[in-house]
Every structure is written in C-alpha cells, then in structure tokens.
C-alpha cells in the first residue's frame, strides 16, 4: 500500500526520470498552444510569398536564434530535426554517404546512445569498418585513445557529451583538436547536455552536435542538428552532409518537410529557458543528488557507476548486490519512476550494455537503477527514494537468502 | 513489464520465505544465482504430507510469486513425485510468458529435489 509521501499530487509515483523525459514547461505550452491557436501563425513556414506563412516562418527563425544562442552556435548552423535520433541519424549517414569516396571508416564508443550504435551497426552492413571504442571503468574515454584509432581513411568520430546512462561527460574539447589535427569529423550527441553542463558549440571544435527539445522540458517530436558553418574545418573545406529525405528543399535540403512550427517554438523557448538556469540550480540537484548517494549507500551493498568527478549531478546510477534485477525494478515501480539498467525489449531484459562496458558484470548490469534528477525533484522525493529503496532491497534480499553477510560472491561480482 | 494481480499479490507478500531447521526437512535447490534464476525449497513432511514449506528465491516477481504460491497451497497435501499443480498450469495460472517457461521448470526442479530426498527417505 502506498502511502500520501510515496506518491505525488496525481497519485503517481515520485518522478525520478529526468534523463528519459522531462515535463513541459508551462511557459513553454503557452508559447506551443498560442501557435495552434492563433489565426495568425498557422501558415506554411517555407510559403513567404504571403503575410501567413511568413509570421510562421519568423517564428521559426526566432526560435532558431533562441537554439543558437543557448549553444553557442550560428542560427544558420541549426537544421531541425523530429529529435535527436533523427539528427545522430542525419549525421552519421549524411557523412558516411557524402564522404563515401574519401574513407569508409568510423569511430565511436561502446556506451552510445543506440541511437548513434544502430546507424553504426547500418553502416557496417553496407561495407564502412567501425571502430568502438571501450572506456575505463568510470566510463571516461582517454583522448589518446581516439587519437590511436584514428586512420586514413577515418571520415567521422561520434562520441556523445553526457551519458545518458550514467551522466559521465566526456572531454570533448580534447576530441575536438585531435580530430582537426588529423582533418576527420566530429560528431557529439549532446542530447542530454543543455542546463546540466555547459555547452559552447563554437568553442569545443565540434562539426555536427545532435540536439533534443524534450531532456530540455521541451516537447517530444522537436530536436535539432548543428552543422558546423566554418569553412577552415578539416581537410580546409566546409562540411557537408547527404540528406536522408527529399521533398522540399527545406533546412537548406537537409532535411526536407513542413516544419511543425509549434514544436520548434516550443524547443527554442526550452533552450532559451535551459541557458538561463542559475547556477543556484545546479548547486540544488547537486545537493540532492548528494543526498540520495548517501541514503542508497547507507543501504549497504550499493554500488555507484560511473565517474563520480567528471559527471553531472542530475544523473546518479548504481548497482546494487543481492537482487535481481526485474524484480529490484517491480518492487520500486508502484512508488518511483526510474529506469532500470536493463533493456526490457522482451519478457527476459538484457543486461545494461553500457554497465556492461564499464566491466560490470551481468548481474550487477541487470541490477542498477538510473535516477534522474531535475527541476521538480525535491528533498522529498529523495528521502521517498531512499526509504523505498532500502525497504524493498531488503525484502528482496531476504527472498533471495543474500542478506547482508551472506551475498554469494558470484551475485556480488565485479 | 505488466504482471497479473496474482503475480504482483505473491510477490509482495513474501510469506513463507526462508528456511526449516528441524527433523523431517528436506532440501531442495535449482538453478545458480550467478545465472540470474535461483530457487530453494524446505518442505517438512510428516507421514507423506506437507506440514510447512518454506523457499527462497534469487529470481524474476514470477518465479518469486509462483515458489511463494507453491509453498502456501501445498500444506496438507501428500508429498508425491510431481509439482502440486504442472507447469503448464502453473503458467496459465500466474500468466508467465514462454520466454519464461525455463524458470518454471527450476522451480520444478528444486521442489522435486526436496519432494524425491523426502519419498526417498520415507522408503
């Protein structure tokens, strides 16, 4: 039975998935439902030849300069995307497909986002070599490592910023110089970047970044892909990219479609709330983040993934010895929302490739729990998290005969 | 992953989970832990009937639900060669998927591992 403190105002359980999605904000519905709304700004964002479509169409370019500027990037580098699958999708195939000819080969990491490993995975079908790199133990990728798998005919390296999984941030300014250095494309999936860390687009030397509205408390369906304008890149020439769909010529035929203006309204109003979170902000999640580690460590048995130095705070994963791992995820799921190191694709989930990578074993893959903090999380949510968490891990333990003491050393692995 | 009323029931109450210590228990286990399915019962017989059962189990809400079912349904009834109730009906009953059918049949080993060593000592 779950109690008034384990639930929110709607009944639901306590919301601790912020890495996944993120609600809306209320400033961000107005600006979207005043484009559905309006008999004004319904037009066609591309048919400038009359006063609606070109309302529209100014929409569209301020919410283009609200993106850019929260990145530090060129409104004219921004081509809108459904989200940021469609823009690591847009990346990767656009420069496997335009560079062809120059170099078949690929560099990535074992953690991606699937996003970014299934395009890869694609690619190897059709005849490119990938590379996939393994980080250490915390997660981190070493620059020199890149820089090792570096060939002739290397035409991108795609290393995503923040780990969605674990939060770890990835030094991607070292990145940036070593793939100019050796005239090959940078790639950075930064979908979960904006307001946990800063993000300067011009600075870090990257050539294409995958954006997302929704981590943002933006909407679902609006993401965006910048595409570096400068025209001393690698090799000295300007980047291009081959579209993945034709029909239009929209986003300079990059991605041809009617833009859905609200969306994109709504997205760059996110982003321009993103860039403006104070650093009172961060200094909030940080200490709930604090506050939940020492709470699930208290448990006993609890293990942290990831780095604890160079991650964001709005991200805490951990394994924990002695459950297994769906029923360690059915047991929470009445009282908090959170996701589960496992793929739940089938009846039987699949270990936590990420985790996996990291050298955790399989069972400790299957049993971590990803939290994600953001801004409605509260002291209470937290103290809810860790009083659950402690309950049912011991209920749990004492099914499965591992209290504490008496964890199998197989169960308890690496 | 959804689970029926009656899974989701067993597996939260946790009755009858631990382990016996007094003559007349016999153990039973399957499965390893480090695979991700483990399953152990002590059924304490008296005359060729079940007079108290308990299990543990390192393993899915099903597997935990369907030992928990099993240990509670079965006081009373005679000791014989065979689950209480079959696997297949055991998975009709507890809505189990096919993918899962593999934990069942460890419940099923570890419950006859238990049942046989108790036949077997009855003679």
Known sequence: MKTAAQMNAA?????????????????????????????????????????????????????????????????????????????????????????????RHIVTSRTEHKAVLDPCRELERRGWQ???????REGLLDPDQVAAALRRDTVLVSIMHVNNEIGVVQNIGALGAICARHGTWLHV????????????????????????????????????????????GPRGARLQLAPLQFGGGQERGLRAGTLATHQVVGMGVAFELASSISSTETVRIARLQQRLWAGLASIG????????????????????????????????????????????????????????????????????????????????DIDTAVAVLSREVGRLREIAGTQSGKVPAAVSGA | MNYSELTRRYFESSANVGELSRPGVFRGAAGKREEGTWVQFDLQCESGTLRAARFLAFACPHTIAVSAWLAEQSIGKAVTRALPESVQSLRDRFDVPVEKMGRLLIIEDAWLAAAVAAIDYRG
């Open chain 1, 301 to 380: 048995g609890v293990l942290r993934n990831g780095s604890v130095s160079h991650s964001v705070p709005h991200l805490l994963n951990v394994s924990i010895e002695g459950v297994e791992g769906e029923s360690l995820l059915a047991a929470v799921r009445p009282y908090l929302a959170v996701s589960t190191g496992s793929a739940c694709n089938s009846a039987l989930a699949e270990p936590s490739y990420v985790l996996r990578a990291l050298g955790r074993s399989e069972r400790l893959s299957e049993s971590s729990l990803r939290f994600g903090l953001g801004r409605t999380t509260t002291e209470r």
């Open chain 1, 130 to 136: 990938v590379t996939y790199l393994v980080p250490d």
């Open chain 1, 189 to 232: 999936d930064a979908a979960q970047s904006l307001g946990k860390c800063p993000v300067d687009f011009a600075s870090l030397g990257v050539d294409l970044m995958s954006l997302s509205g929704h981590k943002v408390y933006g909407p679902k369906g609006a993401g965006a892909l910048l595409v570096a304008q400068r025209k001393d």
């Open chain 1, 11 to 103: 009944g639901m359980p306590v919301y601790l998935d912020h890495a996944s999605s993120t609600p809306v904000d209320s400033r961000v519905a107005a600006s979207m439902a005043e484009v559905l709304s309006s008999e004004t700004e319904f037009g066609n964002p591309a048919s400038v030849s009359h006063d609606y479509g070109g309302v529209a169409h100014a929409l569209v370019e301020q919410a283009r300069c609200q993106v850019a500027t929260a990145v530090g990037a060129d409104p004219a580098e921004v081509v809108w995307t459904s989200g940021a699958t469609e823009a690591n999708n847009l990346a990767i195939f656009g420069i496997a497909q335009y560079y062809r000819e120059r170099g």
